[in-house]
């Protein structure tokens, strides 16, 4: 895709690059992004996704500098991956290589309480729940309902169960989460150049203007959340020294005694320190840890990233003590449990010890699950999602939701119908399906878990007329 370059944009960048390389440069910013994706190591290991790319034709490219992540090439253009059944079972999902970094500079451990501070669009948060192999909590917040909404979705639909979503204000954040969380990924709200690559770019100084002033008060709230002697990684998908270099310079002149910056490195990945000076104004030192990620250099989207560490408290005339309130929600009780487990045998035989690190949560009329390590953040405010939906109680009969179906399926040995390709794509496709041969008991109506090859579709009823009902929500349509 081929767009006239803002007049703004080539005379403020071309004084950066000789003559040469910001020809290059012009060049790959029109030029289509390669087609990438990162494996849900959640649901599937590479090894079996690298089978199912062969024999869809699907050719993959390791990217030498990310783990689990691939540039794919498809034989049949008309064939499109994202109407793959791979694809509606979550079993990868569609990724920007430079997008994947700032989590991996992050470098996340399973014990870590993670704030994923700008959660939108949520690819990163489901990466960092895939490198912590969903141990301990993240906390994804955002603004906006609407892609909290979608967030939610996502979160449960790639099974990122040690992800909790919260509402709040990003500059008001710290005042709820003071020196809380091990590890912080910031990625800021920005003026997005990265996506002149696949989309008409937005572009302005003014735009530019009042996002660096967000970004301000942004990375101050979340310096303040971080613990001391815990990490923080800044990030944008732009190349403006404003939004960049020049918030890393704020941070270090006005906290000098608080926090360092951390240089960084990836192998076989291309990145340069920039400018040392903007608009004639000379630049803390230290900025030169921070790097860019150029399109020209690894054929990817343009990132900065800067990591810091926090050294000591940072000084506030001003914190809110917030209070947590006594939980309003109910551990499930022994009794109960003891009904629900034989619900669980009879229908799926799922042995209990695969819920013994687990807690169930009766929500009204439903039973929700969740990691044990999420439950002293329950009572916070604005914060959703600490569950995964698990069982509904319909007529004092139990059915397992769907998402946690997801979980818990390979445990399975009893009620599973494994379907055609063919009847596959009927079947997220919106039809009921009547099957012609079944090793199941067809005496009665229930629950079963539909299957393609090695991987869950969707939980259904089975009719006495060998019927599969289909229950997939329509929002979860991709096809």
Do not use: G
């Amino acid at each position: 895709m081929k767009q006239d370059l803002h007049p703004d944009f080539i005379s403020r960048y071309k004084p950066l690059f000789n003559d040469e390389e910001f020809t290059t440069f012009l060049e790959f910013c029109t030029k289509p992004l390669k087609k990438t994706i990162r494996i849900n190591t959640a649901k599937i290991t590479i090894s079996d996704f690298k089978k199912l790319a062969v024999k869809n034709n699907w050719k993959l490219t390791e990217i030498p500098f990310l783990e689990n992540s691939y540039n794919i090439e498809i034989a049949d253009n008309n064939k499109l991956i994202w109407k793959s059944l791979e694809n509606f079972c979550w079993l990868f999902y569609s990724q920007e290589t430079s997008s994947m970094i700032p989590p991996i500079v992050l470098n996340p451990q399973e014990w870590n309480i993670i704030l994923d501070m700008s959660a939108a669009p949520w690819s990163k948060s489901t990466q960092l729940a895939n490198l912590i192999n969903n141990k301990w909590l993240i906390i994804a917040n955002d603004i906006s309902w609407s892609r909290i909404k979608v967030l939610k979705s996502n979160i449960n639909s790639q099974w990122s169960y040690s992800i909790a979503v919260s509402k709040l204000d990003w500059r008001d954040f710290w005042n709820y989460f003071y020196e809380t969380f091990d590890k912080i990924l910031l990625d800021a709200p920005c003026s997005a150049e990265w996506s002149m690559r696949k989309d008409k770019l937005n572009w302005s100084l003014d735009i530019i203007d009042k996002l660096s002033t967000l970004q301000m008060k942004m990375i101050v709230s979340a310096l303040l959340a971080l613990k001391v002697w815990w990490e923080l990684v800044y990030s944008t998908c732009t190349m403006t020294p404003e939004e960049d270099e020049l918030i890393v310079d704020f941070v270090l002149n006005n906290f000098w005694n608080s926090v360092e910056i951390i240089e960084w490195n990836i192998d076989w990945l291309k990145t340069t320190p920039w400018i040392t000076s903007w608009k004639w104004e000379e630049l803390n030192s230290e900025v030169s840890k921070s790097k860019k990620i150029w399109p020209h250099h690894n054929d990817t989207e343009w990132f900065f990233i800067a990591k810091f560490k926090k050294v000591d408290k940072i000084d506030t005339d001003f914190k809110k003590e917030y209070f947590p309130k006594k939980s309003q929600e109910k551990a499930l009780k022994s009794k109960d449990w003891k009904i629900l487990y034989s619900q669980i045998q009879k229908k799926f035989n799922i042995d209990k010890t695969v819920f013994q690190n687990m807690s169930i949560i009766k929500k009204e009329n439903s039973l929700t699950i969740r990691s044990n390590e999420s439950n002293s953040f329950s009572n916070y405010p604005n914060i959703h999602n600490m569950w995964i939906p698990f069982w509904e109680i319909v007529d004092n009969n139990f059915l397992l939701n769907f998402y946690s179906a997801q979980l818990f399926w390979k445990y399975a040995n009893k009620n599973i119908v494994l379907l055609t390709k063919d009847n596959s794509y009927k079947f997220i496709n919106w039809l009921d399906l009547k099957l012609e041969n079944s090793e199941i008991n067809s005496s009665e109506l229930w629950q079963v878990i539909i299957k393609y090859e090695d991987t869950i579709l969707w939980t259904s009823l089975l009719q006495k007329n060998w019927k599969i009902k289909n229950q997939v929500p329509r929002e979860n349509i991709k096809m």
